[in-house]
């Protein structure tokens, strides 16, 4: 999710589901804009395990960010606009095209992948008669792609849901009940995630976090209590583990996250429901 160390920058960041459609693909789909008499946006974004799909209002290609491993810090000018959509962790590789592992921690336009189409795209956005258009415009696509795409892998399909943060099931366990070594099960993951189930199950857990902390449940609620919502297992694990997926301790990325976002971002569409769950499994 992107934060900012610049203060209170005029910027907005606006989060809503896909068209029911798209529900099994698309986990959201996002506008960001940076007012144009603002100040450069300074943004972090860290790993969430997904591929996102995204476009600049006044760009000519359209581009593809593989899943992360780590965090990254960018800009935004002012007057900039992005639309995107944020793919469903395993669902990338059957409408992009390559395997997720060849996309880690990259950048790459999507006519790289596609060809003359995602050129004919772009144009098709720079037609759009608002961010809001353009966003539809990149669902339709989507949509269209899904007729030919192959079916996302069933057996890392079935194992992201063992492991979401609030199902403490050891990965050797389930792994050995679906008949397959732990190298065959890292592999599959690999290809449609882009690393294995150990570094994704850490950055489930790390989301399930950010979830927690947003709105005044989050501002309410002391680190520790946090950590044990998430299903860490005490506050230094926390700890660690956020410094190595944002480069900064729990407190600091939260403080940065809530002087950045306040009012200005909507991340309900990706946040919602996971932190229900997680309050839920956690009475």
Excluded at 222 to 237: F, I, N, P, T
Aim: hydrophobic content about 35%; aromatic content about 6%.
């Amino acid at each position: 999710m992107p934060t900012s160390s610049t203060a209170n920058p005029v910027q907005t960041y606006r989060e809503r589901l896909p068209a029911p459609r798209l529900a099994g693909q698309v986990s959201s789909v996002w506008i960001q804009h940076v007012a144009a008499d603002g100040v450069p946006y300074e943004h972090r974004t860290v790993p969430n395990g997904a591929t996102e799909l995204s476009w600049e209002l006044g760009s000519d290609l359209v581009t593809v960010s593989g899943p992360q491993r780590q965090p990254i810090v960018g800009h935004l000018a002012p007057g900039s606009t992005v639309v995107g959509i944020r793919f469903r962790p395993g669902v990338a590789p059957s409408i992009l095209g390559p395997p997720a592992s060849e996309l880690v921690d990259q950048h790459v336009e999507v006519d790289r992948l596609w060809g003359r189409p995602a050129l004919t795209l772009a144009e098709r956005l720079a037609e759009a008669e608002s961010p809001e258009g353009a966003s539809r415009l990149l669902e339709d696509e989507v949509f269209r792609r899904i007729t030919d795409a192959s079916e996302p892998d069933p057996v890392v399909a079935a194992a992201i849901g063992r492991l979401q943060p609030w199902r403490p099931d050891d990965i050797g366990t389930w792994a050995a009940g679906l008949f397959l070594s732990p190298r065959q099960l890292r592999r599959r993951f690999t290809a449609a995630l882009g690393f294995g189930p150990k570094m994704f199950q850490r950055i489930l857990r790390f989301q399930g976090f950010l979830a927690l902390s947003q709105g005044r449940h989050g501002r309410d609620s002391g680190l520790a209590r946090l950590a044990r919502q998430a299903g860490y297992s005490d506050q230094s694990h926390l700890t660690r583990e956020s410094s190595e997926l944002t480069g900064l301790t729990p407190r600091a990325f939260l403080e940065e996250m809530w002087s950045s976002c306040g009012e200005n971002h909507d991340h309900e569409a990706s946040y919602g429901a996971l932190r229900r769950a997680l309050l839920v499994s956690s009475r």
